[in-house]
């Protein structure tokens, strides 16, 4: 059982920022399958939100239910302050998404889908169709077919349909999925970029190293529980990966293992890589001399995301 | 509302299936109308009593109630084809939740979808109906016949007036089924399909019930086709020509107009009212 991390703001500055999203105790259930279970969340303007979780863990469900596509079995979820059951369509005229995967007319060019999108929405200017298009790069293929476009053009479509209502909370599931390197940073440049400019961006990705470098804070998600809620740094500080050299490394594994502040250990070319609190280093030196293991090499690395989801999750993919 | 109209009749107008489902109602209209002509040139006068009949409908007074006629059979699977594949497709596309998040309500998405496709239906409509006075024109001119316009009179094209809104109102009750299965079915194919099947299949068991007799033959004036028949015959067709009204040797006894109208109005509202229903309670997940 994994010990739920919640290491929000303090309640001093939390009352300085714009809460763009707030959950309370939302909670879905599909017959007996209990798929969110009393999520309490609060995203605040200016910054860039990771959801993060396994698969089937409620991600996506819990956007759904952001989005009023899913109607909650109990809670409540308020967007600019307004409840979202009460406010839809003043509260969801603020938020753009894209949701799993960008989905689009495939008879439709890129701009004429943005025109329908336009139109459906109603007060967009038409100078905001090229300037969102300018911005993801996708002028000069504006006018050919969707159909044709590749998975990375229909991405940054995506993007660029979110930007069409100049939202101030970007939903963005699997941002970079089908993106080039060159495609994929100038997305993941683009996110942080967005939520400086006095928006929010709630970020479902499983790519642990990109939420990494663009988020702020990020949540986890298992089972339809949140089981972490902190700012990265936050997270990542909390513990160490210590890469160890022995010359019987299965043995110092079971013995490791039996250590109750260990939160991992595995073995990796010979080498043994065991996740600990911080300045736990003499501990765990002593604790294999103490069974006559002698460390020929010692080195700390910084822990990255990946291990610590993959601990709190159990070792799941959070494909 | 008017937003989510323009942006529906945005895309079906971009739409390649709304224009070829237009060309398939012309192009049908043209080919019967070129058949007609064959045949009234083949039989030599005095061959065949239905000759007449034949060469009536080749005639202009009988262009637009004919063309109607056309557009209230045929017409009706494009129609049901049209509605459908307008919600239906948006589940295909996985566009229903962009549409969801970026309209005001659920139920004026739907009644936009609904009103978008009936304003694709009436110009497809007046569109066959020209293109049947037209065929009209040229094959009277073809055949050698007589051109006369006396039956351009008040009283007729008030008929005519009428009778375009009743063949446009008897498309109403398939088009609300396949807009209903499109979305219980999730898919435009659930909506085709079942809408078609309901329209053939339920000529079918009509006929069959009418074979059985007694009280079973009556049960069809509860269905749609029966209704539909009634109203469509109001149309001044030469005998026989009507749609429906009979099926071979066996000639059905259709309900009243007014029995057809209240019978067709509750099933379209029973329809619609599942539909809205239905999508306004049900999540829209992937």
């Known amino acids: 059982m994994t010990t739920p991390v919640n290491t929000e703001v303090n309640t ?63 809670g409540s979820l308020e967007l600019f302050g307004q409840r979202l059951d009460k406010h839809r369509w003043s509260v969801l005229r603020r938020v753009g998404a894209i949701i799993e995967e960008p989905a689009f007319y495939p008879y439709l060019s890129g701009r004429n889908n943005l025109k329908a999108l336009a139109r459906a929405i109603g007060d967009i200017p038409a100078a905001k169709i090229p300037e ?26 995506g993007i660029a349909s979110t930007l069409l209502r ?36 709630f970020l479902c990705s499983h790519l642990l190293h990109e939420v990494e470098l663009v988020c702020d804070r990020v949540a986890i998600i298992k089972e339809g529980i949140m089981i972490a809620n902190a700012p990265v740094r936050e997270l990542l500080t909390k513990g160490q990966l210590l890469q160890i050299k022995v010359d019987n490394p299965g043995e110092a594994a079971s013995i490791l293992e039996n250590i109750s502040w260990v939160n991992s250990v595995k073995i990796e070319d010979d080498y043994l890589i065991v996740d600990v609190p911080k300045e736990s280093d003499s501990e765990v030196n002593k604790a294999l001399a103490e069974h006559g293991i002698y460390a020929s090499e010692l080195v700390s690395r910084n822990v990255s995301l990946e291990s610590v989801f993959l601990q709190l999750t159990g070792g799941e993919s959070g494909d | 509302m008017t937003k989510l109209i ?142 006369n316009f006396d039956f351009l009179t008040g009283e007729y094209l008030w008929e005519q007036f009428l009778q375009f809104w009743r063949t446009f109102f008897v498309l109403i009750p398939y088009a609300t089924l396949a807009f209903l299965f499109a979305i219980v079915g999730r898919s435009a194919m659930a909506g085709i399909g079942l809408g078609i099947g309901v329209y053939i299949v339920e000529s079918l068991i009509t006929t069959f019930m009418v074979l059985a007799g007694g009280w079973v033959a009556r049960v069809p004036d509860y269905l749609l086709a029966n209704n539909v028949n009634a109203i469509t015959a109001l149309a001044s067709l030469p005998e026989g020509f009507n749609m429906g009204g009979g099926f071979g040797d066996i000639t059905f006894q259709m309900p009243g107009v007014t029995h057809a109208f209240i019978t067709l109005t509750i099933y379209s509202l029973a329809f619609l009212a599942i539909a809205f229903y239905v999508f306004r309670k049900r999540d829209v997940a992937g």
């Not at chain 1, 990771?50 to 863990?57: E, Q, S």
């Open chain 1, 166 to 201: 100049d939202p101030e909370l970007i939903i963005l599931d699997e941002p970079t999925s089908g993106l080039d390197p060159a495609g994929t940073k100038e997305v993941r440049d683009l996110i942080p970029q967005l939520a400086h400019e006095h928006r929010a961006v």
């Open chain 2, 6 to 147: 323009a942006a529906e009749l945005f895309k079906l107008r971009k739409r390649l299936m709304s224009r070829v489902l237009l060309y398939v109602l012309v192009g049908v209209l043209v080919v019967f109308y070129l058949i007609l002509l064959a045949v009234s040139q083949a039989l030599p006068t005095g061959s065949n009593p239905r000759l007449g009949d034949i060469q009536n409908l080749l005639g202009l007074p009988v262009a637009i109630p004919f063309a109607l006629s056309m557009i209230a059979g045929f017409g009706t699977l494009l129609a049901v084809i049209l509605v459908a594949s307008s919600i239906g497709n948006e589940y295909n596309w996985r566009t229903i939740r962009t549409m969801v998040i970026s309209s005001e309500s659920r139920f004026k998405l739907l009644g936009a979808k609904l009103i978008s496709a009936a304003i694709l239906v009436l110009i497809g409509m007046v569109i066959g109906v020209i293109t049947g006075f037209v065929m009209s024109l040229i094959t009277t001119a073809i055949g050698g016949y007589a051109f």
């Open chain 1, 132 to 157: 969102v298009l300018e911005r993801v790069n996708l002028a000069d293929r504006a006018d050919d077919r969707y159909s044709h476009y590749s998975m990375g053009m229909k991405q940054r479509l």
């Open chain 1, 12 to 74: 001093d500055s939390k009352q300085e920022k714009d809460i763009i999203l707030r959950t309370i105790g939302l909670t879905k259930r599909f017959g007996k399958l209990e798929a969110v279970k009393d999520l309490d969340l609060e995203i605040y303007r200016g910054e860039v939100f990771g959801f993060l979780g396994p698969n089937g863990a409620g991600k996506s469900t819990t956007v759904g239910m952001i989005l009023g596509l899913i109607t909650p079995t109990s």
